[in-house]
Each structure stands twice: as structure tokens, then as C-alpha cells.
């Protein structure tokens, strides 16, 4: 997948927009509020269907205008598509796809993969579950054609389980559920376990170029104790009904990154080093998900905590693996890209 167009409307702080794009590296230099992250938020809002910088959707919204809308031509297998999307103020939206409606955020996700390494991504690392399980499932959805509806199906009956919670419903009713449960939870389950296993010797390969002798571990933690997540509800079962809620199950997943057995890398790594080994997960998965996928890469300031040595070696790791990527940075690098950017003041020009 390459994303040759993009154009912007009212979209953060540029009024109006237009990028015609490389297949390779596009860099974006301009200074800090420029417009130059708010290229590569557009992109990841059309993939992903939220931000990577706010929870707020409205704060996307150009101050002054009623809405947004970004339309972007990609091409994927030898076909081109136009994608796009259009929210207003009251949050009404409009999902876009060759000229018809789209049927929702997980149609726009296939055509347009895209991740991002960015300020905070430190977060993957540091933070709870929630950032690694959203890591690890965007992955799995791309390799594995049926986790989608997979997960909808657990997501359904973890909802109906958690009514019945909330309305101190009568045990046999709460019994009821849990082969649908623990059947769906074994499918999501097995499916996270043989992308870990993949995943993890992809990642060990990207580290091995950008930090040699570190060799990071994956482990997958799939959200109850046990083998068996029947009897780990039936143990829990008073619980959940105290607090009203499922605890058990994998919604609670984790993914453990690990540098030695038992040693987390949060506990061990600064904030520049937890950045480069998001950037090696990045580059694992778009290595595990190019053959159904190829991802975008948007790196924000990438060059704010590498040294350059290591920064000229992940410049050189996008190139080896054929990768499209949009990198910002304050002033350009001495390092080759196919498109440069000049952002200033919300403004984009490309430099001939």
C-alpha cells in the first residue's frame, strides 16, 4: 500500500491542503505547530479512525470551521483507491470509499495500515495493557482474516455477561454465557499466541540492526490465570458479580516486553531507548503484515532522542524494507528521501 494523495480541509491548523506523495521516504521539515504532525494525524485518523495526539475528535476540527474532511488516493496490489472521511462539529461523519459509502472504520483499516512512532510513544512501553493489546490486535487483524469478526463475536457476549452482572442477575443466567465466551476467547487467544511467536522473531531481527546485543522477549499474558478460562470465571465469579464486571478474560491481555526473563524493559530503558524499540515493533509488524498489507510508517520527530549513528540506521531500515514512510522533522537530516516538505504556518510545499 502507498498513499500517493492526500488532501486536507479544515483538518487541525491547515485551512486547505494538498501533498502529492513518494513511495519511499516523504520528509516534512518546517518548525514546531507548522502543521507538519497534523499531515501524518490525518493519515493515521483514515486507518485507525481516531488520533494518536487527543481523545477528542472535535479539537481535529480547524478553529473557526464546522468540520474536516481528508481524502487520500492509495494504491494497494496495482489498484487505486480513494479513500476518505468527513466530520463535523456535532459528530456526524461520513466514511468514504471509491466515491460510495464505506461500511465502517474496519473496511478504511485494510486499505490504509498505517503506524506511528511519535513523542508519547514511550506509552507502549511504560503504560498499562490496553496500549500493547491495541499494538498486538492491530497486527493480528491484518494477518489473520477472521480475528475481526472473531473479536466482535467475544466483545458481544462479554457485553451480555456484564448486563447480566449489572443487574445482579441470577447465576444460571451468567452460566449461560460462558461457552460462547470461553469458545470466542480461545479463538482470539490462539490467534495472539502464533502472531506473538512471529512477531518476537521479527522484532529480535530489527533490533539486532538498530541496537546490536539487545535481544527483546514477547510474552503473551492472555488475561486470566490458568489454562482453562472456564473455571478462571468460575473462580472469579463473586467478584465480578461484587464489582459488576467481567475480570477475567482477553479483554485483560497483555503483551510483556521483556529484556531478560522476568525483566521488563520499562524498568530498564530510558525514554530515547523505549522509543527506538517502538520503532523495531513497528517495523516487525510491517515486515509480519506486508504480505497482506504494506504499512505506512508515521514517524513524528524521530530524530528529537536517536543519536546519529542510530538515527542513520533506521533511516537505512525503511529503506531496506520498501516501506512508504512520512517522517517530520525541526530541520532536515543529511540523509536522502525521494520528497521533501516545506511546512510553515500551515502551509506545505514540496521542494522540486
Known amino acids: 500500500m502507498t498513499v500517493r494523495a492526500l488532501a486536507l480541509k479544515d483538518f487541525r491548523n491547515l485551512s486547505e491542503a494538498s501533498l502529492e506523495l513518494a513511495a519511499g521516504i516523504n520528509l516534512l521539515v518546517g518548525p514546531n505547530g507548522a502543521g ?41 496490489g496495482g489498484r487505486s483507491r480513494h479513500v476518505g472521511c468527513e466530520r463535523g462539529r456535532g459528530g456526524e461523519q461520513r466514511l468514504r470509499l471509491d466515491g460510495g459509502e464505506a461500511e465502517g ?3 478504511l483499516a485494510r486499505i490504509v495500515p498505517a503506524q506511528v512512532v511519535h513523542p508519547s510513544s514511550h506509552r507502549l512501553i511504560e503504560e498499562g495493557p490496553e496500549h500493547r493489546r491495541r499494538y498486538m490486535d492491530w497486527g493480528v487483524f491484518h494477518v489473520e482474516p477472521r480475528f475481526y469478526e472473531g473479536y466482535r463475536r467475544y466483545r458481544r457476549a462479554l457485553a451480555q455477561r456484564n448486563q447480566v452482572l449489572r443487574r445482579l442477575g441470577k447465576k444460571a443466567e451468567l452460566l449461560a454465557w460462558t461457552p460462547e465466551l470461553t469458545r470466542t476467547a ?20 530489527e533490533m539486532g540492526v538498530l541496537w546490536p546485543g539487545l535481544q527483546p522477549r514477547l510474552r503473551l499474558r492472555p488475561g486470566w490465570k490458568g489454562e482453562d478460562l472456564g473455571a ?12 459488576g464486571y467481567t475480570t477475567a478474560g482477553p479483554h485483560r491481555a497483555d503483551l510483556q516486553i521483556e529484556l531478560d526473563e522476568g525483566v521488563l524493559a520499562r524498568d530498564r530503558l530510558s525514554r530515547g531507548q523505549q522509543k527506538l ?3 523495531a515493533l513497528c517495523l516487525a509488524q510491517a515486515r509480519l503484515t506486508r504480505q497482506q498489507a504494506t504499512s505506512v510508517l508515521l514517524l513524528d520527530d524521530l530524530s528529537a532522542e536517536l ?40 502551509r506545505i510545499h514540496r521542494e522540486q
Open 105 to 107: 472504520w474496519a473496511e
Open 277 to 279: 524499540l517502538v520503532f
Open 186 to 205: 480461545e479463538e482470539l487467544t490462539a490467534w495472539r499466541r502464533r502472531y506473538v511467536q512471529r512477531l518476537e522473531a521479527c522484532l529480535v531481527e
Open 232 to 243: 478462571a470465571l468460575a473462580a472469579t465469579l463473586e467478584r465480578d458479580r461484587e464489582q
Open 36 to 76: 507538519k504532525t497534523s499531515v501524518l494525524e490525518a493519515i493515521y485518523y483514515l486507518g485507525r479512525g481516531r488520533s494518536f495526539r487527543s481523545g477528542r475528535r472535535d479539537r481535529l476540527i480547524r478553529a473557526g470551521s464546522e468540520g474536516f474532511r481528508i481524502v487520500a488516493r492509495v494504491d494497494t
Open 307 to 346: 543519536d546519529a549513528e542510530r538515527l542513520t540506521r533506521s533511516w537505512h531500515r525503511i529503506e531496506e524494507l520498501g516501506v512508504q514512510a512520512l517522517v517530520t522533522a525541526v530541520e532536515a537530516p543529511p540523509l536522502p528521501a525521494p520528497a521533501l516538505f516545506h511546512v510553515e504556518q500551515g
